[in-house]
């Protein structure tokens, strides 16, 4: 948990400070900003989404919960990590609102360490679930049809 916020602070911190001296000019610069905004709210969107989707299944840490029912249903039925997809996808979007190459590198490690954070947390769930291994074979870990 600690490693994810520093990389977000990392993202939202260098993506500030681009602001004030942006990597790129003219039109380069505003389709820049368009993508970006659009990234981030796509990601905040799948994000907020994934929450909803969960219910009481929500749990701070990345092991399921106890009594927790596995989630198909919603986004779940496209990616079984939205919550993680989101966040990346928003970040991505902050680096380009920004124009901040370091705000870009930060965003790369995030995802490396939410495929890692990923790829633990599905050991659990099937240990946990017995109907995911069939789940994990219908959906994709973070883009549908991709990834």
Do not use: C
């Not at 490693?3 to 389709?31: C, E, K, M, N």
């Not at 907020?48 to 989707?53: E, I, P, S, V």
């Amino acid at each position: 948990m600690a490693g994810q916020l520093v990389l977000l602070t990392g993202i939202g911190v260098s993506g500030a400070l681009a602001l004030a001296h942006p990597a790129l000019g003219g039109v380069a610069r505003g389709l820049a900003m368009v993508v970006g905004a659009a990234l981030i709210t796509l990601g905040g969107w799948v994000s907020l989404a994934g929450l909803r989707g969960l219910g009481r299944n929500l749990t701070a840490v990345p092991r399921p919960r106890r009594d927790g029912q596995l989630v198909e249903r919603g986004v779940y039925a496209r990616v079984r990590h939205p919550i993680y997809a989101g966040i990346m996808t928003g970040s991505f979007g902050w680096a380009l609102f920004t124009t901040s190459p370091i705000a870009v590198g930060f965003a790369v490690l995030l995802v490396a360490w939410f495929d890692l954070k990923a790829r633990r947390e599905e050991v659990w769930l099937r240990e946990h679930y017995p109907g995911y291994p069939a789940y994990v074979g219908r959906t994709r870990r973070f883009v549908p049809g991709l990834y």
